[in-house]
């Protein structure tokens, strides 16, 4: 039973640009949450997805922004990217049911120069 | 807004010691709480959860936390570390779907 899987691994990328991070949840998993890392940070929420739609979002601004697939897999968006953004990107899945029992993937580290 | 608050950013313990990392929280209603583990270069894995079932809490790997609602705190503890328990370690508070993490604790054992 693979678990959560994110691509890419690492990514770099320039101020400015745009990025895409990809999320595939644990098997049976219906809700993802994702989570931005920063150095020597605890995790901090960015939003939530159950049924292909955002059902609670943390305190991020809008160049943050996700999708939800039939599937359940996920993405994450970021737009105008800063260097404030570099951080590691947690994609965690749950069961709505138990949404707070959430299995973590290994993340995507973004560097952005 | 709930918070959880990590006491010690660092700490280190001799192989065979005893473990003790400190949590404490703040929320205006019974939360619940949970601890996870960080390896390098890897996700999160949930240790233990507190639900309100049980104020002692037995997690994976030897570790448990006791809730203690007086102190709010919610500390991590295993009689004995392991050199594989060097990881970093997040207590974190979970109120109506908001969860929050603490800054981490980075446990070193000594041989």
């Known amino acids: 039973d693979a678990g959560v899987t994110q691509s890419p691994t690492h990514l770099i990328k320039t101020r400015g640009q745009q990025v895409t991070l990809r999320c595939s949840p644990k098997s049976g998993h219906d809700t993802v949450s994702w989570y931005q890392q920063a150095l020597g940070q605890g995790p901090q929420f960015i939003f939530q997805?159950?049924?292909?739609?955002?059902?609670q979002r943390g305190n991020f601004p809008d160049r943050f922004s996700g999708h939800q697939f039939p599937n359940y897999s996920s993405e994450l968006n970021v737009n105008a990217l800063l260097l404030g953004d570099s951080a590691l990107y947690l994609c965690?899945?749950?069961?709505?049911?138990?949404?707070?029992?959430?299995?973590f993937g290994p993340g995507t580290r973004l560097t952005v120069l | 807004a709930q918070s959880v608050t990590q006491l010690g950013s660092h700490v280190s313990v001799s192989e065979g010691a005893l473990v003790l990392l400190r949590c404490n929280y703040s929320?205006?209603?019974?939360?619940?709480l949970f601890w996870y583990v960080q390896y390098p270069n890897q996700g999160l894995q949930l240790l233990l959860k507190?639900?309100?079932?049980?104020?002692l809490v037995k997690g994976i790997n030897g570790f448990e936390a006791e809730f203690k609602k007086s102190e709010t705190s919610f500390h991590l503890t295993k009689p004995s570390a392991h050199m594989s328990d060097a990881a970093e370690y997040f207590c974190a508070v979970d109120n109506n779907n908001d969860m929050r993490f603490g800054a981490g604790t980075r446990l070193t054992v000594k041989p």
């Open positions: 507190y639900t309100s079932a049980a104020t």
């Open positions: 929320s205006s209603v019974p939360p619940y």
């Open positions: 965690a899945s749950s069961l709505q049911v138990s949404y707070n029992e959430q299995f």
């Open positions: 997805y159950y049924e292909e739609e955002e059902r």
